[in-house]
């Protein structure tokens, strides 16, 4: 009996191209292309940029608000006819470890008083929210499996409107759902307020990058 052909998806490069764990969240990540004060994992931890353990991983959306433009005579969606009015972006975590930054950031609008007291940080929410309270970034910080260098996704002008919501039970750990929300800047009003940065591939000792007419070899 003939021996039936099996269609899949999967190739040798597979292996290559899957984002493995939950990965890492910080706050005012530095990364500039081509930039010399870039972070690290490492340095962003060092410097504190870490927003805590998660649990539960974590979750990216960048959906945009697509506009079908209706014409007479088009009995359906046509080619071209399409627009884009807005992005919904966010970034997701559970966040497990209870700080008084964490408590501030779930809060959305607040402030952190630590002279007043010896004993306590005091936190307070506030009936505004101020151009201080957005975070110019939070990235999220993920592993390759077919490359040394990690996937960065950022979300700027960030802002988690959900609130905070701090459930505690016996047996359990207390966690924090964090939804940090993009926002335009003034400056950019045409940028949508995210960038993945996804490492180009490496064979060899040569980098891989695709262009319009193709691809093109660079030295590494």
Same mark, same amino acid.
């Given at each position: 009996?003939?021996?039936?052909?099996?269609?899949?998806?999967?190739?040798?490069?597979? +292996?290559?191209?899957?984002?493995? %764990?939950?990965?890492?969240?910080?706050?005012?990540?530095?990364?500039?292309?081509?930039?010399? &004060?870039?972070?690290?994992?490492?340095?962003?931890?060092?410097? &504190?940029?870490?927003?805590?353990?998660?649990?539960?991983?974590?979750?990216?959306?960048?959906?945009?608000?697509?506009?079908? /433009?209706?014409?007479?005579?088009?009995? &359906?969606?046509?080619?071209?006819?399409?627009?884009?009015?807005?992005?919904?972006?966010?970034?997701?975590?559970?966040?497990?470890? #209870?700080?008084?930054?964490?408590?501030?950031?779930?809060?959305?609008?607040?402030?952190? %008083?630590?002279?007043? %007291?010896?004993?306590?940080? /005091?936190?307070?929410?506030?009936?505004?929210?101020?151009?201080?309270?957005?975070?110019?970034?939070?990235?999220? /910080?993920?592993?390759?499996?077919?490359?040394?260098? +990690?996937?960065?996704?950022?979300?700027?002008? #960030?802002?988690?409107? %959900?609130?905070?919501?701090?459930?505690?039970?016996?047996?359990?750990?207390?966690?924090?759902?964090?939804?940090?929300?993009?926002?335009?800047?003034?400056?950019?009003?045409?940028?949508?307020?995210?960038?993945?940065?996804? +490492?180009?591939?490496?064979?060899?000792?040569?980098?891989?990058?695709?262009?319009?007419?193709?691809?093109?070899?660079?030295?590494?």
């Amino acid at each position: 009996m003939k021996k039936k052909k099996v269609f899949s998806g999967f190739t040798r490069t597979t +292996p290559e191209h899957l984002l493995l %764990d939950a990965g890492a969240f910080f706050k005012n990540f530095i990364y500039e292309p081509g930039g010399t &004060g870039n972070d690290t994992y490492d340095s962003a931890v060092s410097a &504190g940029k870490l927003i805590g353990a998660t649990k539960g991983g974590g979750e990216f959306s960048a959906v945009p608000a697509v506009r079908q /433009i209706e014409v007479d005579g088009v009995k &359906g969606r046509a080619k071209g006819l399409e627009v884009i009015d807005s992005w919904d972006v966010y970034l997701k975590a559970t966040v497990l470890e #209870a700080t008084s930054e964490s408590i501030k950031a779930a809060l959305c609008a607040s402030t952190v %008083d630590t002279e007043l %007291d010896a004993e306590y940080d /005091i936190i307070e929410g506030n009936s505004s929210i101020d151009l201080e309270d957005y975070v110019d970034n939070v990235t999220w /910080i993920g592993k390759l499996s077919g490359s040394d260098s +990690p996937v960065i996704i950022q979300v700027y002008n #960030a802002l988690n409107t %959900d609130g905070l919501k701090l459930t505690v039970q016996d047996k359990a750990e207390a966690t924090i759902p964090m939804t940090f929300y993009g926002h335009y800047s003034q400056e950019e009003l045409d940028a949508p307020p995210f960038k993945v940065f996804y +490492p180009k591939k490496k064979t060899a000792g040569i980098i891989e990058s695709a262009t319009e007419g193709g691809k093109v070899n660079e030295e590494n």
